[in-house]
């Protein structure tokens, strides 16, 4: 069963545009915001609560033709998915596939804070959901 809501993810056309809401207006302190070249985007996290907390990441795609900038171009700012932490990733995906569930990984992909792999939105009400392990402490 995931253990907690990990971040929820929204993609903006501008960074630095989104951030006069979420960082001014809102007063959340950005951790990390980086270019990340091979994802082609750019990315903020927003994080609340402390190490237990959850973030809010923005993507600003930085190209015009990844699927990033497609969603954006066709969908608009937004949503782009939630993502929850489990305990073990391997473990989750064989589960997922084993129920059925539109996992679109056939294996995790290294993602920015772990392993991660993807359920399209048709499995899950409509939400494109990520499913996180993070690398453990020690
Ligand atoms: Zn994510």
Known sequence: MPKRIDHVAIIVRNIEQALVFYRETLGIEP????????EQVRIAFLPLGGPAGSEIELIEPTTPDSSLAKFLEKRGEGLHHICLEVENIDATLQEMQAKGAPVLDKEP??????????????????VLLELLERPSAE
Do not use: M, Q, Y
Not at 31 to 38: F, G, H, L, N, Q
């Open 109 to 126: 992909r290294l993602a920015a804070e772990g392993r991660a792999i993807f359920v399209h939105p048709k499995g899950t009400s409509g």
């Open 31 to 38: 951790s990390v915001i980086k270019d990340v070249p091979s």
